[in-house]
């Protein structure tokens, strides 16, 4: 019985890792296909829509940090993850460079060699923000967890409370943004996402997250509330020309309510029920690729250009009801070709696994992982 439970509870956790990753392909297709317009700038109705979109798909990256930190934070290092996340970083970056060049689709006509290095070199040069601070973080967890384990409920619950009030609480009520406020791009934000995923790991969230249902319930609340604060900005702005500053604030990753429903709907998927195994295997076997659907979407190459080619560049005249169909129908294709594209690259990857596996190299990494976890 505990081994099924652990498997069901696995298998919600990846649906849910699925489903985030979804919600960033839409806030991808809102976004850099133009949809999020200001609402008193005409195509009221559409624009709401999108805004309301945006409210329930912003919690995706806290989602991805609580799914590290539950998982990650009763880890081992593994050096083999490490190696594998920096080779998928470049298998799409330089990869889809030489894919995009012969299609016409990209050119390396005026790029100058510092260029290049954006390709070769993407973790340094942030060419996805997400995976160059992820990878930081993994960096540190072997001293990020022993951490975490060094301490009771009490402190670990105190130190995630101190957390929010510095790079949370304050930027979410002041009426004002702090300079620079990194918006919940940068390595301390995601740490502390991921040191409240670890929380949740060891102690649960308590009664109000405590049921699927409950944490449903929290994610609506605070993705209406987001959505409610941008809408009664955007008004006060468009009559006054005040609150420019706080145009958008409440999609900020580090907002306390966008937190409050990425912990929400973690929350109601680990306490959700699994319904049949055969579901749950292919659940399991299609979440190890919901990151290469980030890093194939997102590649410099195409990152602009695909809202274009799907039919949601440049849409909010259309029919209400043929807007969000045109956003769902894209978030969908752009989710199929992702797993395609990395269901190759992975059995590649398991390929020169298995050919290394029994090498030098293979031993020292081996070797490498049983002294780095070592008590």
């Known amino acids: 019985m505990e081994k099924s439970n652990t498997s069901k509870k696995n298998a919600n956790a990846e649906l849910l890792r699925l489903i985030a990753m979804c919600m960033i392909i839409m806030l ?107 990878i930081v973080i993994f960096l540190f967890t072997p001293l990020i967890n022993r951490g975490i384990a060094a301490l009771n409920k009490w402190q670990h619950g105190t130190v995630i409370v101190m957390l929010l009030i510095y790079a949370s609480v304050f930027k979410s009520f002041l009426p004002g943004r702090f300079e620079p406020d990194d918006r919940g791009f940068s390595f301390l934000w995601l740490l502390t996402v991921y040191i409240i995923g670890a ?70 998927f680990m306490n959700r029920r699994e319904k049949k195994e055969s579901i749950s295997r292919v659940i399991c076997a299609l979440s190890p690729m919901a990151l290469g659907i980030y890093l194939a979407h997102e590649n410099l190459s195409i990152r602009y250009d695909w809202q274009g080619w799907l039919g949601v560049k440049d849409i909010l005249s259309l029919n209400p009801a043929v807007f969000v169909l045109r956003l769902l129908l894209a978030v969908a294709a752009v989710f199929i070709c992702g797993i395609a594209i990395d269901f190759i690259r992975m059995k590649l990857f398991d390929l020169i696994v298995s050919l290394c596996k029994d090498s030098a190299p293979g031993r020292a990494i081996t070797d490498f992982n049983r002294k780095m976890n070592e008590n």
Request: net charge neutral.
């Open 28 to 134: 991808h297709a809102l976004d850099k296909g133009d949809s999020l317009a200001k609402i008193y700038e005409g195509h009221t109705v559409n624009a709401c829509i999108a805004w309301f979109l945006e409210a329930l798909s912003a919690p995706a990256v806290n989602i991805f940090m609580l799914l590290s930190g539950y998982y990650l934070s009763k880890s081992r290092f593994k050096l083999g993850r490490l190696i594998e996340l920096v080779a998928m970083t470049l298998f799409y970056s330089v990869g889809a460079l030489l894919v995009c060049i012969p299609l016409g689709i990209d050119s390396l006509k005026g790029r100058s060699f510092n260029d290049l290095l954006y390709y070769f070199f993407p973790i340094h040069n942030r060419l996805y923000w997400f995976m160059t601070v992820y």
């Open 199 to 268: 929380y949740y790991r060891n102690y649960g969230f308590g009664r109000i997250t405590g049921s699927t249902g409950g944490g449903v319930l929290l994610y609506i609340i605070c993705s209406l509330c987001v959505f409610a604060e941008e809408v009664l900005i955007q008004i006060v702005n468009g009559k006054t020309g005040h609150l420019m500053w706080a145009l958008e604030v409440s999609y900020d990753y580090n907002h306390i309510l966008l937190l409050g429903s990425a912990v929400g709907l973690f929350a109601a």
